[in-house]
């Protein structure tokens, strides 16, 4: 014990300064450690404290610790304004692209309905924007709602020219790379205008046109101006200037000063290789004298204007000049092209199959199977024979009778050419045709030719092609599938079970569905059958459930309506039907005629909406009638919808009964007929004899007028088997056209003729009638 004490002195002895000096920093510590943290949190500090340490405490933070200066920032600061970029609607704009040709031509209000017409007429089909300007005062008695004229208030002539550039300027100068002006007095070849321009680069500055003299700065304005986009915005810019020093009377000198002020580039009648050329006329000349006898200068073939021309009968008299020139060079250069590629056949591979006949035109269709063969249709002069599988021999009228009649005097005229005159035609002896989808339509003539030298009689066979044209885009007027359309149903006394079938179907598809859509319902009471208030009433039942669905989906919208008629007990004409029903609708109503027994189906009456027009189109669809259940189906059970196949069915190309037209259109024809079969306006005009004799109906009154008939198959309209009954009270042609149609919608001939065969006995087989069988 004495020994450890004796080290513990010792160690003390050593290490007491260490020892003392350790005690005294923690007690230091922990004194001055509370007073140093109650001055930094202190509330009282003053500002002038905090910038005094501001220095130094920057020293003693790490450099990487984010600090926060909110001594000069704001309370709310202003968030930064979304720029919105605007985009342009078509891709052209965005891109700065143009259209090629702006023509603006001077006129004036005496020659604006006839020289101007002209021009417009021969130039309108080639420019891609053409206006007239109308200089003078005296435009009261001018049509000005036309959107090509363009009338000034300033009536002062000589500023005419100015207003027209500044009135271009401010609405089209943005959008063509080149304006071209004249006046109404020159002839312009729009096609030769439009290829000239094309040619020409759109970042060279264009002041083109005929100089007024051999050294003179300005262009004529009679032979036509040709101007840039950049020409043009340098021209507008000094328009004021222009107007001020107006000083003659030619516009052509204050047209020219004004845009040789403007851009200091005077006329040029040459650019890039390219020569401007016009053609000066004089009254004295005889223009059309010397056109038809061939006398005009012939050097110009690429002349762009002429002028002067005094009336509007020298516009065409020109236009025709050039046109017919065209076809002659257009003609050469087919010959040589054909004579070029007739001259390859001789490289071509044994293998490969050389060029067809006619040279040019796409070869013959090669089909794939039997299935595809394309048949041949046989005629002569006055009939076709085997055209379809029902039709055995229909007469040739019509534009059938003008097609044969223009090919065979295309091919006399071919054979007397060929020939030098030495063969004369006879007769036709056979004649073959067919529609080849690829090519168009080919025929081959057996045709009998009596030769002068000899005496004899010839038998020459020739092979013609009418080849497709061009597919072309006819405008039409816009057309939507929202437009509501009026179903008007005639409803016989016989017809009243398959009525309410019809109906029903009518209300799950389009009333259900909440499709745009009317029902009229035509109710055609006999001359016995009681109605119109009667107790018993033959359509009584079928009012009841018209009112019921009424009731029912109202809150559909739900539109169904009647109209009764009281008939002689003869069918009356559909137009006579759509006579009374159309006081009770608007004249903007788009009519659909239907029949009892048709599926109604959203798609069929969504294209009837698409393919009538108005103004423009009527249309008459082609409707899938079924064939008799017992032929058909062969006493299978029946589906509920009709199928389209080729043993169940076919398409009623003789049936005229559907048709959709608006109301309009049909009031305007109908009155133009008013005298020869007045307008039914009560049941009472139904007696009329007239109506029931002159076989009037729908589509020869729609076939007679101004309005496209379109006239095709419609899948989605199918008709279900009704076996018709023919009135023996009509005449005779009637009759039969009726028993033929009803015999044609029985069966194909050889389901017939099976059902037939099947029932016949041996000693009775002459008696059997297919009426009895089925």
């Known amino acids: 014990m004495m020994r450890i004490l004796k080290r513990l002195s010792f160690f003390f002895s050593h290490h ?47 450099e990487y610790e984010p600090v926060m200066h909110l001594d000069t920032k704001p309370k709310n600061v202003p968030r930064p304004e ?93 959008d063509y790379d080149f304006f071209f002006f004249a006046k109404d007095t020159t002839h312009i070849r729009g096609k030769k205008l439009l290829e000239f321009v094309s040619h020409l680069s759109i970042i060279r500055d264009v002041h083109l046109g005929q100089p007024i003299e051999i050294d003179s700065l300005y262009c004529n304005l009679d032979a036509g101006i040709l101007l840039s986009h950049s020409v043009l915005s340098k021209t507008v810019q000094n328009l004021d200037w222009c107007i001020q020093h107006t000083f003659s009377q030619s516009n052509s000198d204050n047209f020219g000063r004004c845009v040789l002020h403007g851009t200091d580039q005077s006329c040029s009648s ?44 020298d516009h065409y008299l020109i236009h025709h000049h050039f046109c017919h020139q065209e076809l002659i060079d257009n003609q050469h250069e087919l010959q040589e092209i054909q004579v070029k590629i007739s001259d390859l056949n001789a490289f071509f591979p044994e293998n490969v199959s050389r060029s067809s006949w006619p ?15 394309l048949p041949w249709i046989y005629f002569n002069n006055t009939h076709k024979f085997l055209e379809t599988e029902l039709k055995i021999v229909s007469e040739i009228k019509g534009s059938n009778k003008l097609e044969i009649h223009d090919l065979l005097k295309s091919a006399v005229q071919w054979v007397k050419i060929t020939y030098q005159d030495k063969y004369i035609y006879q007769s036709l002896v056979n004649g073959y045709k067919r529609f080849d989808p690829t090519r168009g339509t080919e025929y081959i003539l057996d045709m009998l030719f ?20 061009q597919v072309e885009i006819i405008p039409v007027p816009f057309v939507t599938e929202h437009t509501r359309v009026v179903l008007l149903v005639t409803v016989k006394a016989s017809e009243r079970n398959e009525a309410l079938r019809f109906l029903d179907d009518y209300v799950k598809t389009c009333i259900e569905k909440q499709d745009s859509t009317v029902m009229l319902l035509v109710f055609l009471y006999g001359p016995q059958d009681p109605g119109k208030g009667e107790k018993e009433d033959v359509f009584g039942p079928l009012k009841d459930m018209v009112s019921s669905y009424v009731n029912k989906y109202r809150s559909n919208g739900a539109k169904i309506a009647w109209f009764s008629v009281k008939t002689i007990g003869k069918m009356p004409p559909y137009f006579a039907l759509v006579d009374l029903v159309s006081r009770k609708l608007s004249s903007d109503s788009l009519m659909l005629l239907c029949h009892i027994g048709m599926e109604i189906h959203t798609d069929y009456i969504n294209r009837v909406r698409m393919n009538t027009i108005l103004k423009t189109q009527v249309f008459f669809p082609i409707p899938f009638r079924q064939y008799h259940p017992a032929l058909a189906y062969n006493h299978v059970t029946l589906p509920d919808n009709v199928e389209i196949k080729k043993d169940l069915g076919h398409f009623d190309t003789e049936s005229y009964e559907h048709a959709s037209f608006y109301l309009s259109d049909y009031l305007v024809i109908r009155k133009q007929l008013e005298n020869t079969i007045p307008m039914i306006k009560t049941d009472k005009d139904l007696k009329n004899e007239l109506l029931y004799t002159s076989h009037l109906d729908l589509f020869e009154i729609f076939v007679q007028s101004k309005l496209h008939v379109m006239r095709g198959v419609e899948p989605d ?44 006995d041996h000693d009775n087989k002459d008696s059997i009638q297919l009426s009895d069988i089925l």
């Open 16 to 62: 007491i300064i260490s020892i003392i000096g350790f005690c005294f920093g923690i007690t230091l510590s922990l004194i001055v450690m509370p007073i140093m943290e109650e001055k930094c949190s202190h509330p009282h500090l003053t500002q002038d404290r905090i910038s005094d340490t501001k220095t130094s405490a920057l020293t003693a933070i790490d």
């Open 82 to 174: 979304k720029i919105q970029i605007p985009r342009a609607r078509y891709y052209s704009t965005e891109l700065g692209i143009k259209e090629k040709l702006f023509i603006g031509v001077l006129s004036t209000p005496s020659t604006i309905s006839s020289l101007g017409s002209a021009l417009n007429k021969t130039l309108t089909k080639h420019a891609n924007k053409i206006l007239f300007f109308l200089e003078g005062a005296d435009s009261e008695n001018v049509d000005l709602s036309s959107n090509s004229i363009v009338n000034f208030p300033d009536k002062r002539e000589i500023l005419a020219p100015f207003n027209m550039l500044q009135y271009v300027s401010n609405n089209f100068l943005n």
């Open 270 to 313: 040459e650019i890039q290789g390219l020569a401007y050329i016009s053609h000066h006329v004089s009254k004295d000349d005889g223009l059309e004298a010397s056109i038809l006898k061939s006398s005009w200068p012939k050097d110009l073939r690429n002349v762009l204007t002429v002028y002067t021309v005094s009336v509007p009968e």
């Open 359 to 373: 040279v040019g035109i796409e070869p013959p269709f090669k089909p794939h199977g039997r299935f595809d063969v």
């Open 450 to 469: 009596l030769d002068e030298t000899t005496g004899l009689e010839i038998l020459k066979r020739i092979s013609a092609v009418r080849p497709l044209n």
């Open 717 to 760: 309209l199918r008709i279900r088997f009704k076996f018709d009954m023919c009135d023996l009270e009509s005449n005779v042609a009637t009759y039969q056209e009726c028993l033929h149609i009803r015999e044609q919608n029985l069966g194909t001939k050889s389901q017939m003729a099976a059902q037939i065969l099947s029932h016949a």
